[in-house]
């Protein structure tokens, strides 16, 4: 079974620039996330969707990140304008999730290496 | 929110010692708690969880423990060999509700020496 696929692996671009970065989960799983993963931090949820729907984006910053996931599968993250601190590696992850409550297994992608400069 | 504190954040350990990782949660609603290990330029991979219903789960020479009172869980690898040299991070999961939503520890750098 093939894992979370997310391209490109690694992104140069200067600041100010967009920059965009794509994400196809595990086949069949319903729940999507994107993560930020700073050097030497564990990662940070930006945001979850289930199915279509962004159900938790609190930590998404809305005025330069944006996000879709059409059709429920697919996922592209992006950012205009870059900014210098947005340097970090992001991560797409997926799980299959069956209820309201409790936790499931979330199963990681390679990620994106961004670097601003 | 959820705050997960993770100790050491380097060890080093001899081949066929055990090594211990530490985490600690705030939110005592929590109730799912994986350990991921994370190889250089490579995503998080997922190598054992626990649920809040059981005190210990093993796969192998891997055992995570959970003290729910004290809100601590830990890592155990017993015997470990030079392919467990990773980041290793634990995290755990908000209350329902908020289900799926992992906090992360800030990663133990495990080095296994010849």
């Known amino acids: 079974e093939a894992g979370v696929v997310q391209s490109p692996r690694y992104k140069i671009i200067e600041k100010k620039q967009p920059v965009a970065f794509w994400c196809n989960p595990i086949s069949g799983h319903n729940t999507l996330y994107w993560y930020r993963q700073n050097l030497g931090q564990g990662p940070e949820l930006l945001i979850r969707y289930e199915n279509e729907e962004a159900v938790d984006d609190s930590q998404l910053p809305k005025d330069r990140f944006s996000a879709e996931r059409l059709k429920g599968v697919d996922s592209t993250l992006k950012i205009q304008p870059a900014e210098l601190g947005d340097s970090a590696v992001y991560l797409c992850a997926s799980s299959l999730v069956r209820g309201t409550s409790g936790s499931y297994e979330q199963y990681f992608g390679p990620g994106t290496r961004l670097t601003v400069t | 929110g959820e705050n997960v504190e993770q100790h050491p954040s380097t060890l080093s350990v001899q081949e066929g010692d055990s090594a211990v990782i530490k985490c600690t949660y705030s939110?005592?609603?929590?109730?799912?708690f994986p350990w991921y290990k994370q190889e250089l330029g490579k995503g998080p991979q997922l190598i054992i969880d626990?649920?809040?219903?059981?005190g210990e789960k093993k796969d192998q020479r891997i055992a995570v423990t959970l003290n729910k009172t004290a809100k601590h869980f830990s890592l155990h690898i017993t015997e470990t060999q030079p392919e467990d040299s990773a980041v290793y991070f634990c995290?755990?999961?908000?209350?329902?509700?908020?289900?799926?939503?992992?906090?992360f520890g800030t990663g133990t750098r495990l080095q296994v020496t010849l």
């Open positions: 626990i649920r809040s219903n059981v």
């Open positions: 939110d005592s609603a929590s109730n799912y």
């Open positions: 995290a755990a999961s908000g209350p329902p509700g908020t289900a799926s939503k992992l906090t």
